[in-house]
């Protein structure tokens, strides 16, 4: 025992330099042998490396007081004087308040609405039905948010919009609302223009693992006299939470950066209390009055919170479930 | 007896269940077409009966004046140019460079294999934000061209993902023998791989294809006030947004005003959003199938 100890040890003093010199010698034999698969990524590596790495060092700007006409080495360093004037900045709290409860309103529904497009879709009998509106519900996923938000604005418009007229029609309110000038409402409003949009296409990935299931579970479970809903919930749901809860990960590590798309162009100046989100607040704030210092301090803060976000959500679920993303 | 009491006791819930699964997914069906056949309808109607309301989905007044007078619209003909141009050449940049990087990460003896597998993996999940990258495209010189549209977005990790998974379900034993065989690598990505791949180069060039056609905000900060660069989303959005006056306010004091964005008919507006829709809905059916699958396969790996 002592002796192999010994010899290990000693074999081991004695190893590096003869094994250091082949492997480092390998290293460029392989990269020839390689050349071609080198060839064909590193140009992209680094497209990457500029379009992606370079701008996180443009956050140095949020440090300095960041003058366009000066070089990197003449900018002035004012340390973390933008993060304090943001912190003490009424809008900077009504921007987060916005990002943070649209996003979460965007999060729920965009959970529950594609689940249970899903599990009703799966339960459609006829092949052709379930074929034809799987086909028409991707339908808005692929238009833009400019068309989109020009739709929704136009179904709720005062003026031959369709929702007011149905809600007159029906007798539920007798003059129409203004549904684009309430600010109340925005919040409510940008989270159901996302769920007609996503619902089909985010459907999907559920109704993909929903067909893994295996069929032997359902007759034993049709054996057993278990109603259709029945099935649903102890097959079908159980079935799909891991995928679930994969795509939560996802979500939630997102949960800042849901875009600005959809409140750029569903907002108008009444109901900007309610429509900013970070993005924008740097957007007017930032770019718009030349404050690129300020704005990128915007930026970091929306990035390094979404990052916290990611991963404490992964470390939660990970301890629970096991199911890990990272 | 129980028995067969049991047996139309279950059938009967079942039934409702079925009417109760048949009315919901019906009136999806409706919610999501309904705007579309309105909008649709509005366009083809005459502009000043429009104005009475009451369209549904068919026209009163047919007319094809809407889309006849758009044509004379300069800014839409130069954004059906940018738009179509920017589509083309940012999908095929996209195709290459995801169907190289998905090939060469996802060769198991590739020695730069995970460490540009993460540098990928990363960009997924931090990115500068809005004012870096401004202040990058500013520096590298992108403002007021065209570049600016298609070379920011030419390499995306999460179609590179998409590729790559579908690349590992190919039998690895086909590129074994073609190396046997003395092919190099660039061969056996050129004839094995690209060909076999087709189903998920199929999906994420419809993905690439969308992203493009869809673009404006890009257009808003970057080359707003060149109208030779104008895009159709953004013309688009210039004359929907032109109703309510102040509509997005502060956002949009840049925007220069021109014939297209003083305020249009409504039928004007919805011939326009037909013009710039069609072209998606007339691909997107056909390749269901592929991108069905490549958003599976995407999840699920990545």
Known sequence: MKTATALETESSVNQPEPVRKPKSSNFWKTFKNQKYLYFMTIPFVIWVFVFSYLPLWGWTMAFQKYKPARSFFEQEWVGLEHFKTLFQDDQFLLSLRNTLAMSSMGLIAGFIFPITFALLLNELRLGIFKRFAQTISYLPHFVSWVVAAGIVTKMLSTENGMINAILVGLGIIHEPIQFMAQGHLFWGIVTLSDVWKETGWNAIIYLAAISGIGPELYEAARVDGATRLRQIRHITIPSIRPTIIVLLIMSVGNLLNIGFEKQFLLSNNLVTDYSQVLDLYSLKYGLGMARYSFGTAINIFNSVISVVLLFTINGIFKRTTKESLL | ?302
């Open chain 2, 1 to 302: 007896m129980s028995n067969t009491s049991f047996a139309s006791r279950k059938s009967w819930s079942d039934r409702i269940f079925d009417i109760f699964v048949y009315v919901i997914i019906s009136f999806v069906v409706i919610v999501t077409t309904y705007p579309f056949l309105n909008v649709l309808a509005i366009s083809f109607n005459d502009s000043i009966d429009s104005v009475r309301g009451g369209i549904t989905i068919f026209p009163r007044e047919f007319t094809l004046d809407n889309y006849i007078k758009i044509f004379t619209f300069s800014g839409l003909i130069t954004g059906f140019k940018i738009s179509a141009l920017r589509t083309i050449i940012g999908t095929i940049l996209g195709l290459i460079s995801a169907s190289m990087l998905a090939f060469a990460i996802s060769r198991v003896e590739f020695q730069a294999r995970k460490w540009i597998s993460t540098f990928l993996a990363l960009t997924m999940y931090i990115s500068g934000g809005l004012i870096p990258t401004y202040i990058l495209m500013r520096d590298l010189g992108l403002m007021n061209s065209f570049a600016v549209y298609v070379l920011p977005g030419v390499v995306s990790a999460f179609n590179v993902f998409v590729v790559r998974s579908f690349i590992d379900s190919i039998p690895y034993a086909l590129q074994e023998s073609a190396k046997l065989d003395g092919a190099n690598d660039f061969t056996i990505y050129w004839r094995i791989i690209l060909p076999l791949a087709k189903p998920a180069l199929a999906t994420i060039a419809l993905f690439l294809a969308v992203g493009q056609w869809n673009a404006w905000f890009d257009t808003y900060l970057y080359n707003g006030s060149n109208e030779a660069l104008t895009t159709l989303q953004y013309e688009l959005m210039k004359v929907l947004q032109s109703t309510t006056s102040g509509n997005g306010g502060d956002y949009r004091s840049n925007i220069p005003s021109n014939a297209t964005n003083q305020v249009s008919p409504e039928s004007i507006k919805m011939a326009i959003t037909i013009v710039v829709t069609v072209p998606i809905l007339i691909v997107y059916p056909f390749l269901q199938k592929y991108f069905v699958k490549g958003m599976t396969l995407g999840a699920v790996k990545s």
